[in-house]
């Protein structure tokens, strides 16, 4: 199969419903109202890709939870829990803390950020919706695996993966610049959360793709509670 073919066929493959596809608008919206909270944190953060795709899947689980964590500096951070059950179990999970681009073993100091950041959210409460920030970011192993596969495709026709990022968001109602409104469900208003998105190597040799399939933005899985 020739090139022309090999990017036709893959882009029929680079557009399925991988939980919520979030547009750049939402996403620049929502990081202006992520830094708004004053929180002393970078806005967002780039992961090993290959080291996560290791960690998700070398305990052979079903469930990948991103928690929220305080640092001693006031500051927010990522935790992870690898689980068979969608809740958290300080004994049974296998819990990791964010430390620079990848995510460590450590369940002590998981369960003590985790501790702070619940004693600290109440803060961070919206005085209209009621919500708090969001107590767990769930993930489908397999749907993180299917993400996976995507880039691979990508990568595939010549774009070389760099890193995996999430950008910190806060879900709130705005109207577009095209005048449309974006109404978030109850369950997202006012609620923290992450979009993930893959960065390719600039430099890479690349296939014809168009730009919304190499640079789109996918939001966190399901916020609960």
């Known amino acids: 199969m020739n090139d022309e073919n ?3 066929a893959t882009q029929t493959k680079l557009r399925p419903e991988f939980l919520f596809r979030i547009t750049d608008e939402e996403v620049e919206k929502g990081k202006d109202n992520f830094k708004l909270l004053g929180l002393n944190s970078k806005p967002e953060v780039n992961l090993d890709y ?4 290791k960690i ?3 305990d052979k689980k079903e469930y990948a939870k991103f928690y929220f964590l305080l640092n001693a500096d006031k500051s927010l951070t990522l935790g992870l829990a690898i689980s068979d059950n969608n809740g958290l179990q300080y004994k049974n999970d ?3 803390i964010l430390s620079g681009n990848k995510f460590i073993l ?3 100091e998981f369960e003590t950020k985790k501790k702070e950041f619940d004693n600290f959210k109440g803060v961070l409460v919206d005085t209209v919706s009621k919500n708090d920030p969001c107590d767990m970011i769930l993930y489908k192993v397999d749907d993180i695996n299917n993400y996976f596969t995507l880039a691979k495709l990508i990568e595939g026709l ?9 950008d910190y968001i806060l879900f709130k109602d705005f109207i577009r610049k095209d005048g449309t409104k974006v109404d978030y469900l109850k369950n997202r208003e006012s609620r923290i ?4 998105k893959t960065n390719f190597d600039e430099t890479a040799v690349k ?17 609960k509670p």
């Open 106 to 108: 450590n369940s002590a």
């Open 6 to 8: 090999n990017v036709t």
């Open 56 to 58: 998700v899947n070398q």
């Open 193 to 196: 959360s992450f979009a993930v």
């Open 207 to 223: 296939k014809a793709i168009p730009n919304d399939i190499i640079n789109f933005y996918y939001d966190a899985g399901d916020l």
């Open 158 to 166: 010549g774009y070389k993966i760099h890193d995996l990022q999430f």
């Open 94 to 96: 296998i819990l990791y």
């Open 50 to 53: 290959y080291d996560f795709g």
